[in-house]
């Protein structure tokens, strides 16, 4: 865990944006001691907040992030003087607040992507350098560091990444809100939904109105009609995560092709030598046996990984073999069944590499990390 230590305070009232490196790394953006979240508008849950330890000071963690080019400005350029258009935080804030969202684009009003208006974004910036503290810490292992600061401090107003069941209703209608737009929704031919090209529309199943599903509200797992308030589940969003599901079984796929014809290969080169890849790879005094690894990823998957552990079914192991011989790794294939975080049962099938103990280090759910090398 990355110690609360090596960040440093920058408090936009009181300290100057030259403070800030110019250089990549990650932020946390915390509540001022007197300070609290500004919900007005109408949502049914209140996010529960964790703390950040600075001297001895505890504060509300509401977001973290990375940059991976300049702290400087994405955190004060962007964040604390910018528009809701290039920030994150300013939009959820800003939907908190009750502003409305308008068209970033005056020419393309119809592009998706909005922002607040001028006198609107002027008060933002008030609100947010009168109640924030940013801490800072600049590293080039940003992007691991921003998921290990979201399951540590679970902050409300992080949308994306965020799979922890505390706030996940607040999250919900949190995202519903920053798809509310003021644009006029435009009707299309048999109310179909068209998935080529940005701006995309839909049909409310409630009221029956069209909504446009701008670029924008792509990653948003929800969103809200603006006609009769209705949250519904955006076809875009699990469009693209089918799409993503789909690239990683046929990189699964191309995976398997490799690994079948190195083990060909080999026992075509050692065939006057005593066993064989098979006993090489498991079973052998070096690595472990398909029995160990098979109990070392049902162990980790209980303890480390799944929301539910005792929701858990094991259906299949597709392949063991060795992962990378340098450094004595092995993998396991394996396909199961468990609840996801909404309750739901789903059915993944990822690749555990494990040591020679049997002992899971890795998990690869994005099959292109094999294909580019270990």
Not at 167 to 193: G, H, M, V, Y
Not at 255 to 279: A, C, M, P, W
Request: proline share 4%.
């Amino acid at each position: 865990m990355i110690s609360q230590d090596e960040f440093s305070l920058f408090d936009p009232q009181k300290t100057r944006a030259s403070v800030l490196p110019d250089k990549p790394g990650n932020y946390i953006i915390v509540l001022r001691s007197t300070s609290s979240l500004p919900i007005k508008v109408q949502i049914s849950t209140t996010p529960i907040l964790t703390s950040f330890q600075h001297k001895k000071e505890k504060y509300n963690v509401v977001y973290v992030g990375k940059s991976s080019k300049s702290l400087r400005i994405r955190d004060y350029k962007q964040h604390f003087t910018g528009t809701a258009g290039n920030s994150t935080i300013r939009k959820s804030l800003g939907c908190l607040l009750g502003f409305k969202l308008i068209p970033r684009d005056i020419n393309s009003p119809q592009n998706g992507k909005t922002t607040f208006d001028e006198f609107d974004e002027r008060t933002l910036t008030e609100w947010m350098k009168d109640n924030l503290l940013l801490f800072y810490y600049a590293n080039n292992d940003y992007a691991n560091v921003e998921k290990e600061l979201i399951r540590t401090y679970n902050p409300p107003l992080n949308l994306q990444g965020n799979f922890n069941k505390t706030n996940l209703d607040f999250r919900k209608e949190l995202s519903a809100l920053r798809s509310c737009t003021s644009a006029k929704q435009a009707p299309i031919p048999n109310n179909q939904l068209k998935l080529n090209a940005y701006p995309q529309q839909m049909q409310c199943s409630n009221c029956g109105i069209n909504l446009t599903i701008d670029e924008g509200l792509k990653n948003e797992e929800y969103i809200k009609c603006l006609s009769c308030g209705c949250i519904i589940q955006n076809p875009i969003y699990i469009q693209n995560k089918k799409n993503k599901e789909r690239r990683q079984w046929i990189a699964v796929l191309i995976f398997l092709v490799v690994v079948i014809i190195f083990n060909i290969s080999s026992r075509e080169y050692s065939t006057s030598s005593k066993g064989n890849n098979r006993i090489e790879n498991y079973g052998s005094n070096k690595g472990p046996s398909q029995t160990k690894a098979m109990a070392g990823v049902r162990v980790y998957l209980k303890r480390h990984y799944l929301k539910d552990p005792d929701s858990y079914e094991g259906i299949s192991w597709e392949a063991f073999g060795i992962y990378n011989k340098d450094n004595n790794t092995y993998f396991a294939l394996h396909k199961y069944r468990a609840k996801n975080s909404y309750g739901g049962y789903v059915v993944e099938e990822k690749l555990f590499v494990l040591d020679s103990n049997g002992n899971v280090i890795k998990v690869i759910d994005d099959m292109n990390e094999v294909i580019n090398g270990y």
